[in-house]
């Protein structure tokens, strides 16, 4: 059976990735839960990735994680604040 793949969204509409979707889903769960009730530079959130997925994902979890983030990002799941440094959060509905 052939792997079930996703094609990814881009903020800036770009061309997105066809990825895994077994790993988008893993890397999605991991995102939104590191973003849940708080905000998040770029270097916590992949540091919390890392901690997170270490052991337990085959693939560059940075690479991933960019990515998907980059498509929760379109998706309107997540968004950047416009503090400095910059920070992720959990979109409100």
């Known amino acids: 059976m052939p792997e079930e793949k996703i094609l990814t969204k881009h ?3 770009k061309s997105g990735k066809n990825i895994n979707r ?17 905000e998040l ?6 540091e919390r ?9 085959s693939g560059n979890v940075s690479w991933y994680g960019e990515t998907v ?10 968004e950047r604040t416009s ?3 910059q920070k992720y959060r959990l979109k409100l509905r």
């Open 11 to 13: 903020p800036l509409g």
């Open 22 to 38: 077994q790993k988008y889903e893993v890397i999605r769960e991991a995102i939104l839960s590191a973003l849940k009730n708080r």
């Open 41 to 46: 530079t770029h270097t916590e959130l992949f």
């Open 49 to 57: 990735l890392r901690k997170r997925l270490e052991n337990k994902f």
């Open 69 to 78: 983030k980059l498509d929760l990002e379109a998706r309107k799941m997540i």
């Open 83 to 85: 503090s400095k440094p």
